[in-house]
T-cell receptor, first 111, second 114 residues
Framework: DAKTTQPTSMDCAEGRAANLPCNHS???????VYWYRQIHSQGPQYIIH???NNETNEMASLIITEDRKSSTLILPHATLRDTAVYYC????????????FGQGTTLQVKP | GAVVSQHPSWVICKSGTSVKIECRSL??????MFWYRQFPKQSLMLMAT?????????EQGVEKDKFLINHASLTLSTLTVTSAHPEDSSFYIC??????????FGQGTRLTVV
């Protein structure tokens, strides 16, 4: 599995966009980029995933660079409930569901 | 998204006893379930992969005789922590998936061994 680098922590003001970067320079061609988040003392929650095109759903947008070596998760209007640890996980379809978690980014949304 | 339920949410047990944790996929059939462990201020660590009807595959360093996994149906997997000791106290999380879906996680089980 590809290795990832994420900032340890970030702050964001409530109502502003939160942009969470992830470097995955060793990602292989068949690996998607998945994003999950974990609110304190809960199980991880799926957010979004993509292969090479940008993706958007009701929770977030995912921007993947053309060379696929990095991506950015965007929460367009962060709320206090978005405070969580965010994990970027490259994941190939051949390992269905087997996710290897790095350290993630702790996002603190402040009033 | 799909619903995965774990039971119990928390459990306290005495050292030397065994504890069973259940993981159920409520609205889809999970061909594969995964078990993770998470210590305070650390990330999730994959313990084992279980496929319905077959033996679980354990990650390196995880004792298969201590952490018994059963995946008897497409909607239920169980993790039994045998002869639990205080160092087994942790947050245990399961996830479930099939070929058509991303992985969905249970809410976790906090185990405290006293």
């Amino acid at each position: 599995d590809a290795k990832t680098t994420q900032p340890t922590s970030m702050d964001c003001a409530e109502g502003r966009a939160a942009n969470l970067p992830c470097n995955h320079s060793t990602i292989s061609g068949n690996e998607y980029v998945y994003w999950y988040r974990q609110i304190h003392s809960q199980g991880p929650q799926y957010i979004i995933h993509g292969l090479k095109n940008n993706e958007t759903n009701e929770m977030a947008s995912l921007i993947i660079t053309e060379d696929r070596k990095s991506s950015t998760l965007i929460l367009p209007h962060a709320t206090l409930r978005d405070t969580a640890v965010y994990y970027c996980i490259p994941h190939g379809s051949s390992n269905t569901g087997k996710l290897i978690f790095g350290q993630g980014t702790t996002l603190q949304v402040k009033p | 998204g799909a619903v995965v339920s774990q039971h119990p949410s928390w459990v306290i047990c005495k050292s030397g006893t065994s504890v069973k944790i259940e993981c159920r996929s409520l609205d889809f059939q999970a061909t594969t379930m995964f078990w993770y462990r998470q210590f305070p201020k650390q990330s999730l660590m994959l313990m084992a992969t279980s496929n319905e009807g077959s033996k679980a595959t354990y990650e390196q360093g995880v004792e298969k005789d201590k952490f018994l996994i059963n995946h008897a149906s497409l909607t239920l997997s169980t993790l039994t922590v045998t002869s639990a000791h205080p160092e087994d106290s942790s947050f245990y999380i399961c996830s479930a998936t099939n070929v058509d879906t991303e992985a969905f996680f249970g809410q976790g089980t906090r185990l405290t061994v006293v």
